[in-house]
Nanobody, 120 residues
Framework: QVQLVGSGGGLVQAGGSLRLSCAAS????????MGWYRQAPGKQREMVAS???????NYADSVKGRFTISRDNAKNTVYLQMNSLRPEDTAVYYC??????????????WGLGTQVTVSS
């Protein structure tokens, strides 16, 4: 089994920055792609960014150029640096992991969500 613990959410003004962290534990050898989804009130959950064990990254168009995902395999931790935050980035952010290279495909393990609120 894999457990994911996310942290780093909070309240920030538009234009500000936050960094999310997601630490994996348990059967970490089974993990390849890790990343973040988000879900705003009344909207579907959407993939924000993902990174494979080999550091191949993928981003939603809405965050390209503003968010950066990185990974420390030695610490089994993934980070999401969020810059130039906008009110529309407000959502609950969920860490996710899968055994494949594409986070959006197949079975995923989820962490508890962390709230990110961007005020205008």
């Amino acid at each position: 089994q894999v457990q994911l613990v996310g942290s780093g959410g909070g309240l920030v003004q538009a234009g500000g920055s936050l960094r999310l962290s997601c630490a994996a534990s348990g059967s970490i050898f089974s993990i390849n792609a890790m990343g973040w989804y988000r879900q705003a009130p009344g909207k579907q959950r959407e993939m924000v960014a993902s990174i494979t064990r080999g550091a191949i990254t993928n981003y939603a168009d809405s965050v390209k150029g503003r968010f950066t995902i990185s990974r420390d395999n030695a610490k089994n931790t993934v980070y999401l640096q969020m810059n130039s935050l906008r009110p529309e980035d407000t959502a609950v952010y969920y860490c996710a992991a899968t055994s494949g290279v594409v986070l959006t495909l197949g079975y995923k393990v989820w962490g508890l969500g962390t709230q990110v609120t961007v005020s205008s």
